[in-house]
């Protein structure tokens, strides 16, 4: 039977493992066997990078602590090795990082054994699903990009009737010069009827003597 201190560990171990999946956004647990310790080493940096907290747990005492945290349905999986993967921030990291690299042993090792999201334990096809989404920092720029896209087409919009405004302003005085050269050519008609009044004045000169 083991001594009080040895129980005390066990219990900080559980109350410690309780409160990381309370307050973790979601979680996978998954089973570790076969990879070498170079490949875990290339995990949990990979882990880290995403704000993933990932640990070897022990299935008796994290059986305590799921079922403390309202998630017994995790339970039936709690055999063979096992480790714990959690985010606090971006709830599609674990599944993610963790399926990615799970993708380079053909399934054959380091499996997904099931998750939980918001409390709730999802089934495993979900978390495939969620695993093949792009990070937290890329779904942002992407429906950052599809909220500014109607203020970028105004924008074209706005320069390109600007554009054309400036052509519009700069054709009625190219229009306009037609219109000056018209003048003379209205009066030219006034400038040929002086010759025909002369004759007229010759004429008189004869009655006059």
Do not use: C, W
């Not at 747990?57 to 079922?67: E, G, I, S, W």
């Not at 054994?113 to 920092?137: R, Y």
């Not at 219109?179 to 006059?208: G, L």
Request: net charge negative; no cysteine; glycine share 6%.
């Amino acid at each position: 039977m083991p001594n009080a201190k040895v129980l005390s560990e066990k219990k900080a171990v559980v109350a410690a493992l309780e409160e990381k999946l309370k307050s973790a956004a979601s979680g996978v647990l998954v089973d570790y066997k076969g990879i070498t310790v170079a490949e875990d080493t290339e995990l949990r940096e990979e882990l880290r990078k995403n704000g993933v907290d990932y640990g070897v747990v022990k299935n008796t005492l994290v059986r305590f602590a799921l079922d403390d945290a309202g998630l017994n349905e995790l339970d039936e999986v709690l055999h063979g090795t096992t480790a714990l993967a959690v985010s606090t921030e971006d709830p599609i990291a674990p599944m993610r990082v963790i399926n990615k690299f799970s993708k380079k042993f053909n399934g054959e090792k380091f499996i997904i054994k099931a998750g939980f999201m918001d409390g709730k334990v999802l089934p495993i096809n979900d978390i495939m699903a969620l695993a093949e989404l792009p990070s937290k920092e890329v779904l942002l720029a992407q429906m950052m990009g599809t909220m500014l896209a109607p203020i970028t087409k105004l924008a074209i919009v706005i320069k390109a009737i600007a554009e054309n405004g400036g052509v519009s302003a700069a054709t009625p005085a190219a229009e306009a010069a037609p219109a000056v050269e018209a003048a003379p050519a209205a009066e030219a008609p006034a400038a040929e009827e002086a010759p025909a009044e002369a004759p007229a004045a010759a004429e008189e000169a004869p009655a006059a003597e």
